[in-house]
């Protein structure tokens, strides 16, 4: 599926420029047509695609005898692990452009996805976007369906060291982060209040699988409301249906954000989501159960601050805190986890190109569980993110 969704893209930008060639083709002599003159459509092509990228390092320590940088947890304290470590969560390239006024398309790939297993992981996204108008826009191929504010966030730009962890719990169960499918999705007025719409069918599996290991599908929408340029509510709400059980997932975010003077702004992002958890029903197949019987939900709020310096070296100095509740199944004794992550960072130039953050991600469960992640700690991080 990785590779017909990359020839469909290719496709579509060679139509292009095979339709523009034929053209200059056919309005001149055909004698006289020049190699230069037919290479003059693949050009213009080629100028409007830009390729750029993220390198972003991190340093992690544990503060916690036997919990290795993972936080999962040694109870032989014979174990050899790791409890400091450099790795690479991303180092990616980006080719993204117009193939023509109504079409764009856009590819990513994260090489630091070879550090583990890489088998259809490299690639992030890989769609194409058709604009008819502001109100109405077609999308195909692998990409993050819109279910929620985070979906809406670049790696780049996160308050906090990384994503929610009901981000990647509703990513697990086919709902964020990278999926593959087709979606529409626009922007209208309700008077002066702009309102954006997504809705899509998506097979569900994440992007591990470029196809769909069953007939069900999953049904996600999304309506963003602006009531001001300070504050933002989405709404979502999904069904579907996978080995024959039908799911459902749903949620609500609040964005507030104030410039409140030349230098110093604040924002404060919240979300709260609950659905089913089926990749744990299906991972446990617990006998004399159904998939109603595992549901997950979460929330958390993230505080930040940001204060521009203008300076030089220094283009701005930054400070948040994420506290999250995060229950994996509440119908059947999850193991709650409370996650508080106090963060301070530095932006060495525009746009986060060069920014260095400093952290603690502090981690509570309800019961620990040993020689798993399940287990309380304490680890420092520090990252390092390059754009260009």
């Not at 204060?307 to 701005?316: A, D, F, I, P």
Request: with cysteine; net charge positive; charged share 20%.
């Amino acid at each position: 599926m990785k590779n017909r969704i990359v020839i469909i893209i290719a496709f579509l930008a060679c139509s292009t420029i095979t339709a523009q060639a034929q053209q200059v083709a056919i309005s001149e002599d055909p004698k006289s047509v020049s190699l230069d003159t037919l290479a003059k459509p693949v050009l213009r092509v080629l100028k409007k695609l830009k390729l750029s990228g993220t390198i972003r390092t991190r340093y992690t320590t544990t503060f916690d005898r036997h919990i290795d940088v993972d936080g999962l947890q040694h109870s032989n304290g014979a174990d050899k692990f790791a409890d400091n470590a450099f790795t690479i969560p991303n180092a990616r390239l980006v080719l993204a452009g117009d193939v023509s006024d109504k079409l764009d398309v856009y590819v990513r790939v994260n090489f630091a996805d070879f550090k583990a297993s890489p088998t259809s992981k490299v690639l992030e996204y890989a769609y194409g976007t058709y604009h008819v108008n502001p109100y109405l826009n077609f999308r195909m191929g692998v990409y993050r369906p819109n279910f929620g504010r985070e979906d809406d966030i670049a790696t780049d730009f996160l308050k906090s060291f990384d994503f929610s962890n009901q981000y990647t719990a509703f990513d697990e169960n086919g709902w964020m982060n990278y999926q593959l499918g087709f979606s529409v999705m626009g922007e209208v007025k309700l008077g002066e209040i702009p309102v954006k719409y997504y809705a899509g069918v998506f097979n569900g599996n994440r992007r591990n699988a470029f196809t769909d290991n069953d007939n069900g599908k999953q049904f996600p929408a999304r309506v963003e409301v602006d009531f001001t340029k300070d504050f933002a509510v989405g709404v979502n709400g999904g069904v579907g249906k996978e080995f024959g059980s039908h799911i459902s997932a749903w949620g609500a975010d609040v964005e507030y954000q104030r410039q409140l003077n030349s230098k110093l702004s604040i924002e404060v992002t919240s979300e709260f989501k609950q659905g089913n958890n089926q990749s744990l029903f299906f991972n446990e197949n617990v006998a004399g159960t159904n998939v109603n019987n595992y549901m997950m939900r979460g929330a958390y709020i993230l505080p930040s601050m940001v204060y521009r310096t203008n300076g030089k070296s220094v283009k701005s100095l930054e400070a948040s805190f994420k506290y999250e509740y995060f229950d994996p199944n509440f119908k059947r004794n999850g193991n709650v986890r409370q996650q508080y992550v106090p963060m301070v960072g530095i932006n060495f130039a525009e746009q986060n190109a060069l920014r260095l953050q400093f952290g603690v991600v502090m981690d509570r469960y309800n019961e620990n569980i040993a020689n798993s992640t399940e287990y309380n700690s304490n680890r420092f991080i520090t990252q390092l993110q390059m754009r260009f």
